[in-house]
C-alpha cells in the first residue's frame, strides 16, 4: 500500500488523543487497548500496492537453498491443476461466507504491475484475487476496514503466495489492530519480497503487543538504513512510542529530536514528526515547548491531517 496522507503516524503517547480523521479505528483486543494517538502510528492506510513501479513478486524459487538440497528444476514441479483451486478455497473456509463482490467492479484501480501479475494466473484464480483485492482497497479507502479485511483475507484463502496479496492482508489487519496477524503477513510479505519498507509497521504491531522492547531492537536493526527519509521518520515515532511505553518521557523525546525535526518541509511526515514531538513534550510535562510544536505542525499540515491546532489551543500554560 502506497502511503497516503492521511495515514496516522506512531509515537506514543496520550493514546486517547487521536487526529480528527482517526475516530473510526476500533480498539485492539490484544496488547495494548488503548487507541495511539496521531503521534503513535506509522502511516499503514494507504491503498495496498501504492505507487510502486515494481510488480508483485511470488515466494517461488525465493526461498534460501540449504547445503546439500537441491531446488528442482521446473520440470520436476507438479503442475498446477486449475481444477484444485477450488477446494483450496473451501478449505480455508466457507466460500459462501466470502464478503460479495459488487458486480460493476472495476479492477484497473490496482496498478498496472499488479494486473499484469495476477493476470498471468489462471483466469478464475486471477480474477477472483483481482477482484477481491480491489474491493479491499476501495473499503479502506473508505474507512471501512473490517470490510477492507474481510475481502484481503478472501484473497488469501486462495492466493498465499502471491506478496501483494499477504502485503494487503497484513495492512488491513493493522488498520483493524490485529497486531499477531498484521505481524505475521508483513514478515511473509518481507521474506517473499526481501523489502523492509513495512518495518516501522512491524515495530508498531510489536507495541501494540506489549512488547516495546522488540520495537526498539527493530528500531535499531541495520535495515532501517535502507529506507527513505519517510520510513526513517516512522522509525523514530515508533520507537518513540515504545520509550514512552517504558516511561521513559525523555529518552522518547531525544529520539524525534534530529535533523528532520527543523526541516522546511512540508510533506506529511514532517507534520506527523513534529506533532510527535509536541505530543512527548506535553507527556513529560514541558507544556510550553508543547504548544509551540503543536503550532509549527498546525502551520505545516495545509490538509488539516492532525488535530494540532486544536491541542495548542487546549494547552494552558
Avoid at 490484544?30 to 494507504?46: E, L, T, V
Avoid at 466460500?95 to 504491475?113: M, Q, R
Avoid at 528500531?219 to 532501517?224: C, M
Avoid at 520507537?239 to 534530529?258: F, K, N, P, V
Wanted: glycine residues 8%.
Amino acid at each position: 500500500m502506497a502511503y497516503n496522507n492521511d495515514r496516522r503516524p506512531g509515537g506514543g503517547g496520550e493514546r486517547g488523543r487521536n487526529p480528527r480523521s482517526n475516530d473510526d479505528r476500533r480498539g485492539g483486543s490484544q496488547g495494548r487497548s488503548d487507541r495511539p494517538s496521531f503521534g503513535d502510528r506509522p502511516r499503514s492506510d494507504r491503498p495496498a500496492f501504492g505507487d510502486r513501479d515494481r510488480g508483485p513478486r511470488r515466494d517461488d524459487d525465493r526461498r534460501p537453498q540449504r547445503d546439500g538440497e537441491r531446488r528442482p528444476f521446473s520440470s520436476d514441479r507438479p503442475r498446477r491443476d486449475d481444477s484444485l483451486e477450488e477446494p483450496r478455497a473451501k478449505r480455508s473456509g466457507d466460500p459462501e461466507k466470502l464478503p460479495a463482490v459488487p458486480e460493476d467492479i472495476d479492477v484497473s484501480v490496482l496498478p498496472k504491475p499488479v494486473l499484469a501479475e495476477l493476470r498471468s494466473l489462471s483466469p478464475g484464480l486471477g480474477n477472483f484475487l483481482m477482484e477481491h483485492l480491489t474491493c479491499a482497497v476501495n473499503a479502506m479507502e473508505a474507512g471501512d476496514f473490517e470490510l477492507g479485511l474481510a475481502h484481503a483475507r478472501a484473497a488469501r484463502s486462495r492466493g498465499a503466495r502471491i506478496a501483494v496479496v499477504r502485503e494487503t492482508c497484513g495492512l488491513a489487519a493493522y488498520r483493524c489492530e490485529e497486531w499477531a496477524e498484521a505481524l505475521s503477513e508483513l514478515r511473509t510479505f518481507a521474506r517473499i519480497t526481501g523489502s523492509s519498507e513495512h518495518l516501522p509497521i512491524l515495530a508498531d504491531c510489536e507495541r501494540g503487543l506489549g512488547r516495546p522492547e522488540r520495537a526498539l531492537s527493530l528500531a535499531r536493526s541495520q535495515e532501517v538504513g535502507r529506507l527513505g527519509v519517510e520510513g526513517r521518520v516512522e522509525m523514530r515515532i515508533v520507537a518513540s512510542g515504545a520509550r514512552r511505553d517504558l516511561g521513559q518521557l525523555e529518552a522518547a523525546i531525544a529520539t524525534l529530536e534530529c535533523k528532520e525535526l527543523s526541516s522546511k518541509s512540508t510533506e506529511p511526515w514532517s507534520a506527523r514528526l513534529r506533532y510527535a514531538y509536541a505530543d512527548a513534550l506535553l507527556a513529560a510535562g514541558r507544556k510550553a515547548e508543547a504548544r509551540d510544536w503543536f503550532v509549527k505542525t498546525a502551520l505545516i499540515d495545509a490538509d488539516d491531517l492532525t488535530d494540532a491546532a486544536d491541542r495548542a489551543v487546549a494547552i494552558e500554560v
